[in-house]
């Protein structure tokens, strides 16, 4: 199994880079914020935002372990026999080194923009768990710096940084090189 985790700040990219891999290279999508979810669903949780998902995955990872979310991805990876991963937002370190404990078949890629443009792609996309106040989306990365510690290092810790400020082919376009220089 090949796993390509995908990091960055809300509204980079991530998703949608996720998605072109999806779509161009046969791989399936598994985003933590899903996998919570789903749990969150399970244990019958109600109005579930961004905030209330980030105090669940908390509260679960004090009890459980900080790879706890990171461990449910591969698991669901190997029952379902997956050979090509994207796991979309990994945002914490002990995640990260549970990922790189597969060796050569897991690679981290970070996604960044500019925070301007992040704002407005959120906007854009309309999902409940975003706000359209930009004093509001600042409280939110604060909020997941936070929560996460690899959130503002995770640019540092990335095998691969792909820019994301411009348009969507420049975005494919470094995927691909990225792709290429892996073999993959």
């Known amino acids: 199994m090949k796993v390509l985790g995908i990091c960055g700040k809300v509204g980079a990219g991530k998703d949608t880079l996720a998605d072109y891999l999806v779509r161009k290279h046969n791989f399936v999508k598994i985003t933590m914020s899903d996998i919570i979810k789903k749990e969150m669903e399970s244990q019958n949780i109600k109005d579930i935002d961004r905030f209330r998902m980030q105090q669940f995955s908390k509260e679960m990872k004090e009890k459980y372990g900080n790879d706890i979310w990171a461990k449910a991805c591969i698991e669901y990876a190997r029952q379902n026999h997956i050979r090509r991963v994207v796991i979309s937002g990994i945002r914490d370190s002990v995640e990260l080194d549970y990922f790189r404990t597969l060796g050569d078949d897991f690679k981290l890629v970070a996604v960044k923009a500019e925070q301007e443009t992040r704002f407005e792609r959120t906007k854009k996309r309309k999902s409940l768990k975003d706000t359209e106040i930009f004093a509001d989306f600042i409280k939110q990365e604060v909020n997941e710096a936070k929560l996460f510690d690899l959130y503002s290092t995770c640019e540092e810790k990335a095998d691969f940084?792909?820019?994301?400020?411009?348009?969507?082919?420049?975005?494919?376009s470094a995927t691909e090189a990225v792709l290429k220089e892996l073999g993959w």
């Open 161 to 172: 940084v792909i820019n994301n400020n411009t348009i969507l082919i420049g975005l494919y």
